[in-house]
């Protein structure tokens, strides 16, 4: 049988482990298709080809096809968010400077607690803060808003842009104080020494999604049957990579020149949940620092939508109703449990929840039964009704 | 009509210096290049440029995504991406390898002439890149068969000419490639010894 090829595009990170796993380990052949892997330097970059047709899907930031669904981004086609392919992976990292202040004031740098990370660092920033994250519409962005919201120093935080890569460049030259990102990127910075760890993403978010798989609706309409065979192929990547005794073999893999050209070492450190937060070794253990399938995490909650688009619309002045309902639209659960299901994936009931409602890991009714959600809390207590938000 | 203020984005001096020639060509500007990625929105902003050209796969682009959100109106914002009613164009530019960013409410008869230019440039770097990667492969398969060669000299005391027509026989039995089979046994005879 003769594989048809379809090309996806990634950029550098260990989230995009379900593309690159599924390629090497064959899960795309087992479908009939032969994935191509495209290696990108840029979100923006990713967006071009993706609407232009130089790609087939990508793997993009959760809240980049609701933006260009908003109409924030160049015309072209709409895009389709089928499935979430991490939750987690991102670590907020501070400059040499601002660590030794905050270990000098009695911090202990537990990497878990977000209100003493919180306090410890604007206690040292002398009312400025500027943090890097890797994209205006990032799921990034959204955790240091919420982490630093309401807070002395909300008036002096300001949010720039720097691409993962150059994070550790951007603090070692005092551009910024701090920077959220993705992993590998944190531990990178880590590594030159410029660098320190305070937090884990998921300590502000419980749930925080991160990647999806997105493909123009042109795609996901005219050709179905490719659209469900790539969907099931990741599906199963992702599977495989949350069986905790693959996670090394992943980091392995990952590791190659051809992907991100980086010792194991360092890609291994968040995909098994074990940092090194400064220079000199300290370790910090955060089981399910990233998740790529259990919790239903695949599954494109249209509550998730509405939540990053409120908060996108609020940033930028645009209509919350509107923006909310215009982005459940492009986040395909019908497509998701069509095309899903025949490869064994459990269903939820509903295709929208109370986002940042469980504490805990909480059953709730599916097709087969019972499936295992959450935590998914929000660290302030908010919790987000898409029901009660739209006014 | 006053000169368009252009911004290249280039870290290569040589190729940098290409582009700005081509766009010299295409009319009367102010170029700026930029080379260093560090300070990048910093000094954008303070340029207040007309245009900005970058290579489409320059990871500083989601900088410049930034400030294309980021200035308000009055700001003389270095808006958004190409001309947004000319599809060809956008789809163009980024098949050459070029995106630019344009200020707000510039007309399209004066950016087209200079993407074109910016096109043609970008083209020509695209096609010496591919070539130049070529080029190298193709050096490093000459290194792998040589290696493979040697190993097969050595392992079954045949001359050099007897190596390469094994090699040949083996990789046409497999339909794969000289270089592919030169590879497998340099990793295997790598893993033996």
């Known amino acids: ?391 | 009509m006053a000169r368009l203020s252009i911004i290249v984005v280039e870290r290569d001096r040589d190729r940098a210096l290409r582009i700005v020639d081509g766009l010299m060509a295409s009319g009367d500007h102010a170029i700026t290049v930029i080379a260093e990625e560090t300070g990048l929105a910093r000094r954008i902003a303070e340029q207040k440029p007309d245009i900005v050209l970058i290579d489409v796969a320059d990871p500083s682009r989601d900088v410049l995504e930034e400030l294309a959100l980021v200035s308000g109106p009055m700001e003389r914002p270095v808006a958004m991406f190409v001309d947004r009613s000319d599809e060809q164009l956008t789809r163009a530019a980024i098949e050459a390898g070029v995106s630019a960013y344009v200020v707000d409410g510039l007309q399209p008869e004066r950016i087209k002439p200079i993407l074109d230019a910016a096109i043609a440039r970008f083209h020509m770097f695209q096609k010496m890149r591919a070539e130049l990667a070529a080029t190298k492969a193709a050096l490093e398969e000459r290194k792998i068969i040589d290696r493979a060669k040697a190993i097969l000299m050595k392992a079954r005391g045949i001359d050099e000419e007897a190596a390469y027509a094994l090699l040949r026989k083996t990789a046409m039995d497999q339909k794969r490639r000289v270089a592919d089979i030169a590879q497998q046994l340099v990793m295997a005879a790598g893993l033996l010894t």
Not at chain 1, 214 to 242: I, K, Q
Not at chain 1, 291 to 301: C, I
Request: net charge negative; hydrophobic share 45%.
């Open chain 1, 1 to 391: 049988m003769s594989l048809s090829t379809l090309r996806l595009g990634y950029v550098p990170l260990i989230d995009a482990a379900p593309l690159i796993v599924a390629r090497e380990l064959g899960f795309d052949a087992e479908e009939g298709l032969s994935f191509e892997l495209i290696r990108l330097q840029s979100w923006a970059q990713s967006r071009d080809l993706l609407g232009m047709g130089g790609i087939d899907a990508a793997h993009m930031l959760v809240p980049l096809p609701i933006a260009q669904t908003l109409g924030l981004g160049p015309v072209y086609p709409r895009f389709d968010l089928v499935m979430v392919l991490s939750v987690g992976g991102q670590a907020i990292a501070v400059s040499a400077a601002l660590a030794d202040a905050m270990r000098t004031q009695g911090h202990g740098f537990g990497f878990g607690d977000p209100l003493a990370a919180r306090d410890a660092l604007i206690a040292v920033a002398g009312g400025r803060l500027r943090v890097g994250v890797p994209f205006p519409f990032s799921t990034q962005a959204e955790l240091v808003r919420r982490w630093l919201a309401g807070t002395g120093l909300d008036a002096g935080v300001s949010i720039h842009t720097v691409p993962p890569p150059l994070m550790a460049d951007a603090l070692a030259a005092g551009e910024v104080d701090a920077f959220c990102v993705g992993e590998p990127w944190a531990s990178y910075a880590v590594e030159r020494g410029v660098a320190a760890l305070v937090l884990a993403g998921r300590s502000i978010w419980a749930s925080p999604p991160e990647k999806g798989l997105v493909l123009t609706r042109d795609f996901t309409a005219s050709r179905p049957e490719e659209t469900g065979r790539m969907m099931r192929a990741l599906w199963r990547a992702c599977r495989w990579l949350d069986q905790p005794d693959n996670r090394s073999t992943a980091a392995e893999i990952l590791s190659r020149p051809d992907y991100l050209n980086l010792p194991p070492e360092l890609s291994e450190r968040g995909l098994l949940g074990r940092l090194h937060i400064s220079m000199s070794g300290e370790v910090r253990q955060y089981p399910g620092f990233i998740r790529f399938h259990d919790g239903a995490a695949n599954f494109p909650w249209r509550s998730l939508a509405a939540l990053l688009a409120q908060r996108i619309a609020t940033v930028h002045g645009l209509d919350v109703n509107w923006a909310m309902d215009q982005a459940m639209g492009c986040f395909r659960t019908d497509l998701y449990r069509q095309h899903l299901r025949q490869a064994g994936a459990d269903l939820p009931g509903a295709s929208a929840r109370i986002e940042g409602s469980m504490l805990h890991a909480t059953a709730v009714a599916s097709e087969m039964g019972q499936m295992i959600l959450g935590p998914d809390a929000f660290f302030d207590g908010e919790t987000f009704d898409p029901a009660l938000a739209a006014r």
